[in-house]
């Protein structure tokens, strides 16, 4: 958290996390278009994120304005010093799960690796505002919510269900984390 008493500004950083075409991008897209923010992408030819993604979304709380600055991380292995970097400064984090059968293992190994990168920049899983969105749920080869909450969400942090191609779940998702950070702001202003 980031904040400018001059400007009256507090800038937040919240940043999607999960395998490789979980869905972080799509995230972004749909939210950026319910909201009508623009969208920074830095993509390889296949489409996949290279970088990051990159949107901005401002909230004014009396009169403070409370910039969220929404990232993605790419999912793919070779990118892990990337993901470290954009991890540094969080203040919220969305792990979005590809809630296809065939992908649990990947999912739960990610999110061990999530825990790690979190310590590798000095904190813990625990010290960091944390929503799981579930999204595919609009496919035939889904787990079921709860078998999702049984063995990825083994900490039983808040959830949501999504379908971020058809842009259900992802306002839900991200007004989760939104709404807890707000009065983690109102309580630390009073």
């Known amino acids: 958290m980031l904040v400018d008493v001059e400007r009256r500004l507090i800038r937040l ?7 490789a075409q979980s869905g972080k991008t799509t995230n972004l897209e749909k939210l950026s278009e319910i909201e009508g923010l623009n969208l920074m992408k830095i993509d390889t ?44 400064g969080v203040d919220g984090l969305v792990f979005v799960v590809d809630s296809q059968r065939e992908r649990l293992k990947e999912n739960i190994n ?18 960091v505002p944390l929503v799981f969105q579930y999204n595919k749920m609009d496919l035939p080869n889904t787990m079921s919510y709860e078998e999702l909450e ?21 306002l839900e ?9 707000i009065s983690r702001v109102e309580r630390m202003l009073l």
């Open 13 to 19: 950083k919240i940043v999607y996390y999960g395998v």
């Open 45 to 88: 030819q296949e489409e996949k994120t290279l970088v990051f993604d990159f949107t901005t979304k401002k909230v004014t709380v009396g009169n403070m304005t409370i910039s969220f600055a929404l990232y993605t991380v790419p999912g793919q292995d070779i990118y892990k010093d990337i993901r470290l970097t954009v991890l540094r």
């Open 110 to 127: 990610f999110y061990s690796l999530l825990k790690a990168d979190l310590l590798r920049i000095g904190k813990g899983i625990g010290d």
């Open 150 to 170: 049984r063995f990825v969400n083994t900490e039983k942090y808040p959830s949501v269900c999504a379908s971020a191609i058809r842009g259900e779940g992802v």
């Open 173 to 181: 998702t991200f007004k989760v984390l939104e709404d807890y950070l």
